[in-house]
């Protein structure tokens, strides 16, 4: 079984990680690791950081991926028609950028496997008003309508250009998760109105049409889509809708008390239906919680460690090609950042150890503090050090923003609004009546302009480890998401305290 690192990449990445290496319990050849951008979480490379997808390609060929499973979204270099996708907050990533990290991954003896959505979570598409009339239904921006001509041209126009820009590309992936809202459109409605029809038909019928031009353009391709979407059916409707042959489907769960036993009964049925073939997706980072700043890896080893029990139970029957580790970078193309790669480095390394070794104990620990350098394997746990970052990519930017995600989460900053003080002497009454008393409004401002201090500090240090990273717009977006709440309520009651001193 391989193991697959999958990232997505969006002018908002929603990317990051997917599967393992050698020595995986799994049936078949060692795992591979994928992240998912749906990756495609924290990106991989960032178009104006040429020095960083070698070193964090290596370290990730060390740690035991064998794969990247890559999802673009508007930071592929689209050209022509579909130029408008490409990602405006930031630049997105040139031809060249693209060559550069399939090279690099080559040299790292890593397949690369692009994601291409083709049914659900095409936002990066559907959002611009040239696209509008390609959706399922209006207020739903990720769903195509499968119904239009025009929805499906753009979808193989997409697919041959990422194609083309990954010479000798051995698999690719059409996504079609979450296809929300499905038959809820009227051309939809129109068609399902005939005896017989129905939503799974629909999407089957959208998907196999995909799946037959991949592989009528390049029949060498092995082509990979979730299996959300299809968990509902049947196995005699999936034996007889055309995907088997076409299409081997990757099961994703994040959960770590994932249902072993209903996910070997899924990959029984999958089986039981033609599609022996399948593919696992665990994840290392971003399904926690949407904002997540600081990543748990115990939450991620557990998921593995499900994992394991799900392939040591399925029967020879299920062929399990590999495990797609994830780590996404937003929960879709419109939501907020989550975690960064740099924060979760421990709980990718820490993933695949579980995956090499069968379990996560002494030895799988040492072995991730060793590989990283680091003295253990929760990021919040790990000591400070001086110590260059050549086999932790990002080590000080990790350590950052632990630091200031304990400040911007202590009840003293969060809710300083609550502090007695203020409560007591400074509330909106009494600041709307001019009636706070000088004394009480100069401890407050004294305690208040404390905090905005330490915060700006701690603030400044993340954001210029930040940019040696990441471009300007991704660290604009993490200050405003998370220092900006915490700091705005801060800074205007100093305001108005300095206010009333001064008046007064």
Known sequence: M???????????????????????????????????????????????????????????????????????????????????????AQPAYSREDVLLLQDCARSAGLEVIPLVQTF??????????????????????????????EAVKVVLEMLRQVVELHPGVRTLHIGADEVYLLGEGEDSRRWLASPGRTVEQLFLDHVTKVARAVKEAWPHVTVIMWDDMMREMSGETLKACGLVGLVQPMLWDYNPNLDVEQTVSLLEKYSGAGLSELWAASCFKGSTAVDTCVTCTQSHVDNHLQWLKVAASVSAAVNLKGIAITGWQRYDHLSVLCELMPVALPSLASCLQTLIHGHFGHEAGSRVKELLGVSSVEVEAMERTAADDSRFPGRRLAESIVEISFLLNSEELRFFENNKFVRGWFSPFQRRRKMANPLMC???????????AALQQKAAAVRDEMLRFYPDATAQEWMEEHVSPVMTPIQQIMEETGACVNTQ
């Open 2 to 88: 391989s193991t697959l690192a999958h990232r997505e990449e969006t002018g908002s990445p929603r990317f990051e990680g997917s599967p393992p290496a050698d020595g995986i319990p799994f049936k078949g050849n060692p795992p591979l690791l994928s992240d998912r951008n749906p990756a495609h979480s924290d990106d991989l490379t960032l178009a104006d950081r040429c020095s960083s997808p070698p070193q964090l390609i290596q370290v990730f060929s060390e740690l035991g991926v064998e794969g990247l499973l890559v999802e673009y979204e508007d930071m592929f270099p689209y050209g022509g028609e579909l130029q408008l996708l490409q990602a405006t």
């Open 120 to 149: 659900g979570h095409m936002e990066f598409v559907l959002k611009h008003q040239s696209m509008l009339h390609l959706r399922e239904v209006p207020h739903c921006l990720g769903t195509l309508n499968p119904h239009k001509e």
């Open 442 to 452: 100069m401890q407050i401002h004294s305690q208040a302009s404390t905090y905005a």
